[in-house]
């Protein structure tokens, strides 16, 4: 069994659910969930107005994860980065098993469905990140790097085939319709 804990912050219920249910598409997958209610200050750069994800990161490992969750994932609604990059989508810290995933941008120019599927793709690319996963020049496959709202609208949720193959190995063994044909 892998112990997934999402740690939400200012998400909506649908929306949550929405990603655990996905999640659970992964054999053996268990989902908690535990909402937050603020994010300590000093991890946010008042000059840019944005969090640092990395320290999101490691103040979640320290903080929010317990012993037997195999991986957390938080989904935060804010904007964040980690230098050298101006913004930030998700960020994984495969060392801590940690990654976290911000709506601030993927919101922008989408109805909650467009929302939905940004954050899926997002969601499962950083947790290709803590499975060891590296980018992909497989413009369509959900590994593939992106840089701006484009390259997420224009990949898609599914791992190429060696992806897939890997992410299985690891033990984190999606449906088919996972895999890209
Ligand atoms: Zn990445
Ligand atoms: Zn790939």
Known sequence: MIK?????????KQTVDFVA????DARNVEVQER???EIPYDLFNDKRGQYRGDFINQWIYKNLKKKGTDIVIGILDVDAY???LNFIFGVAS???K???VYLARLKIGVDIYGLLSRLKKE????LGHLFGLHHCLNK???MAFSNSIYDVDRKTYKFCGSHYSRLAMGGLEFKSKYKLI
């Open 4 to 12: 997934i804990m999402l740690v939400i912050y200012g998400v909506e």
């Open 21 to 24: 249910s996905f999640l659970k």
């Open 35 to 37: 909402e937050i209610k």
């Open 82 to 84: 980690v230098p050298p």
């Open 94 to 96: 495969p060392k801590l």
């Open 98 to 100: 940690v990654c976290t």
């Open 123 to 126: 969601v499962l690319h950083e």
């Open 140 to 142: 369509l496959c959900v």
